[in-house]
């Protein structure tokens, strides 16, 4: 008895090495023995993470989306979603012209309306695309840019994205529909051509004088604001008034009231502007003002007037000549109003009283 179930033993040993050497893996397949084992879709017979297609290169992987990346990594094709409203290289606008520009979304190429851009309308004139991939003369929005042109403006709600035809006609109807760059055609800018002065910035309002023709555009006159008066008032947050011909008529209080809350991060600007014919040229009322690049002549009193304290503001590379009293006058004396490359008449430096820092060279 027992020797019979000794030789059962043996048999069934001897018919699983016989099964062994037949080659079945753990899911019952047969493999080929040549081919080491290794079943389809992957190292280890585990599937590909992405693509799963075998290649050499990234050319073996194009999948026919511009929108998609291609690669070829451990000799299996990978891909990955270009970013959202990136147009790829590989892809060519085929309307330029219009208001619509091929980018990618969530991996699929679209027609995505270029808000903003310029655009070709009727008769030569250049227009801005809006939001719908409209392409008109009016603004996408307010904090767009805006454009003004006293000769061939238009001021209505259907103009002002544009320059010439499209711009706006006064400054003073694009003061009160922007809340950023407004862009002004050489002209004159006065009560005479259909202005109100003061000209008033508000938050994020920053007028960009053009220069066409060594000519500039002429901002002239006076109003009364609050208790002054003056050609232009800065009264929001973050304004700038850039390249700008100021004139006073009249004998205003000043030409410039730099008047707005401001940090020294995000300071109010006068820049680059040729400032005239005020008793005073422009006046500081608070922290973070920046006076840059400027030609302040022929006030009566005084150029640059710091009411005080004004702590982190500067005064730097402005030239001063004939005013009546100082160049620069500080009402309270305050360390943290600042300056440099300033220069008075001939080169000189600078006429100043009143201020810890003179004379701001």
């Given at each position: 008895?027992?020797?019979?179930?000794?030789?059962?033993?043996?048999?069934?040993?001897?018919?699983?090495?016989?099964?062994?050497?037949?080659?079945?893996?753990?899911?019952?397949?047969?493999?080929?023995?040549?081919?080491?084992?290794?079943?389809?879709?992957?190292?280890?017979?585990?599937?590909?993470?992405?693509?799963?297609?075998?290649?050499v290169n990234g050319t073996d992987c194009d999948d026919g989306n511009a929108c998609t990346d291609d690669t070829c990594i451990v000799a299996e094709c990978q891909y990955s979603i270009v970013a959202d409203g990136v147009t790829p290289a590989t892809v060519s606008d085929p309307d330029p012209d219009d208001c619509f520009i091929p980018q990618c979304v969530t991996g699929t190429?679209?027609?995505?309306?270029?808000?903003?851009?310029?655009?070709?309308?009727?008769?030569?004139?250049?227009?801005?695309?809006?939001?719908?991939?409209?392409?008109?003369?009016?603004?996408?929005?307010?904090?767009?840019?805006?454009?003004?042109?006293?000769?061939?403006?238009?001021?209505?709600?259907?103009?002002?994205?544009?320059?010439?035809?499209?711009?706006?006609?006064?400054?003073?109807?694009?003061?009160?529909?922007?809340?950023?760059?407004?862009?002004?055609?050489?002209?004159?800018?006065?009560?005479?051509?259909?202005?109100?002065?003061?000209?008033?910035?508000?938050?994020?309002?920053?007028?960009?004088?053009?220069?066409?023709?060594?000519?500039?555009?002429?901002?002239?006159?006076?109003?009364?604001?609050?208790?002054?008066?003056?050609?232009?008032?800065?009264?929001?947050?973050?304004?700038?008034?850039?390249?700008?011909?100021?004139?006073?008529?009249?004998?205003?209080?000043?030409?410039?009231?730099?008047?707005?809350?401001?940090?020294?991060?995000?300071?109010?600007?006068?820049?680059?502007?040729?400032?005239?014919?005020?008793?005073?040229?422009?006046?500081?009322?608070?922290?973070?003002?920046?006076?840059?690049?400027?030609?302040?002549?022929?006030?009566?009193?005084?150029?640059?007037?710091?009411?005080?304290?004004?702590?982190?503001?500067?005064?730097?590379?402005?030239?001063?000549?004939?005013?009546?009293?100082?160049?620069?006058?500080?009402?309270?004396?305050?360390?943290?109003?600042?300056?440099?490359?300033n220069t008075g008449p001939n080169g000189m430096a600078p006429s100043c009283a009143g201020c810890v820092n003179c004379p701001f060279q």
């Amino acid at each position: 008895m027992v020797i019979r179930t000794l030789v059962l033993l043996l048999a069934f040993l001897s018919l699983g090495a016989i099964a062994a050497l037949g080659g079945c893996d753990s899911d019952g397949d047969t493999t080929s023995g040549a081919g080491g084992g290794v079943a389809a879709g992957g190292s280890g017979g585990m599937p590909a993470a992405t693509g799963g297609t075998e290649c050499v290169n990234g050319t073996d992987c194009d999948d026919g989306n511009a929108c998609t990346d291609d690669t070829c990594i451990v000799a299996e094709c990978q891909y990955s979603i270009v970013a959202d409203g990136v147009t790829p290289a590989t892809v060519s606008d085929p309307d330029p012209d219009d208001c619509f520009i091929p980018q990618c979304v969530t991996g699929t190429l679209t027609d995505v309306a270029a808000t903003g851009s310029a655009c070709a309308l009727a008769a030569g004139a250049v227009g801005v695309c809006d939001a719908e991939g409209v392409c008109s003369c009016a603004a996408p929005g307010p904090t767009a840019a805006h454009y003004v042109d006293p000769i061939d403006g238009v001021d209505d709600a259907t103009h002002g994205g544009a320059a010439g035809s499209c711009a706006f006609k006064t400054l003073t109807y694009a003061l009160e529909q922007s809340q950023g760059d407004i862009h002004v055609a050489p002209g004159t800018y006065s009560t005479g051509t259909g202005e109100t002065l003061p000209f008033v910035l508000g938050d994020f309002d920053r007028i960009f004088c053009e220069e066409v023709g060594g000519q500039r555009p002429l901002l002239t006159g006076k109003g009364t604001y609050a208790t002054w008066s003056s050609v232009v008032e800065m009264t929001g947050a973050e304004t700038a008034v850039i390249d700008c011909d100021i004139v006073g008529t009249g004998n205003p209080t000043y030409c410039v009231e730099m008047v707005g809350p401001a940090l020294p991060s995000t300071p109010l600007i006068l820049q680059g502007s040729d400032v005239s014919g005020c008793l005073n040229g422009v006046r500081l009322g608070a922290t973070g003002r920046l006076v840059e690049g400027n030609y302040f002549h022929d006030h009566q009193l005084t150029g640059v007037f710091n009411q005080g304290p004004t702590n982190f503001s500067w005064v730097n590379n402005n030239q001063f000549d004939t005013n009546g009293q100082q160049d620069i006058f500080c009402n309270l004396p305050d360390p943290d109003f600042d300056g440099t490359g300033n220069t008075g008449p001939n080169g000189m430096a600078p006429s100043c009283a009143g201020c810890v820092n003179c004379p701001f060279q």
